[in-house]
């Protein structure tokens, strides 16, 4: 009988993790459906300063000096939004550019050190051999 109140208290605490688990899920899928909502809004937010309809000069061309005055402050605005944005991107592309252009430099000057190394090692290797050679040859000439 021992066993199967061990085995009940054991399914019970399966149970509540299961319910823990789906709880999390559940959260986690909330949190997933509201980044998703947000995605769409942003994109349309996007779309929408992209989308220029054929019509905006004729639109324009109704509309009072105050109150076309008013939609262009507004764009601004929006505007002003991305251009720190923009601004960024672009500082870190010219330090990104910079920084490339510095580590193709270093490597064409190891290449050019590497080169002018395996000259001097060929060169060494050449008297290698002649003072090699020179020394056997008077060792010869000993015997």
Known sequence: MGEAA????G????IIEFRQKCNEVEKLSLQVDELENKNREAMKRVADLFDFDKDIFERAKEMEIP???????????EL??????????????????????????????????????NGLLGSVEHEKENALQHN????????
């Open 80 to 117: 002003e939004k991305f251009s720190r944005i923009n601004k960024q991107c672009f500082d870190l592309y010219l330090k990104y550019n910079e920084k490339h252009q510095e580590i193709q430099n270093k490597f064409h000057d190891h290449e050019v050190a590497e080169e002018a190394m």
């Open 136 to 143: 056997f040859i008077k060792l010869q000439g000993l015997f």
């Open 11 to 14: 399914n019970d605490q399966i």
């Open 6 to 9: 061990g085995g009940v208290q």
């Open 67 to 77: 109150q076309l005055t008013s939609e262009i402050k507004t764009h601004n605005k």
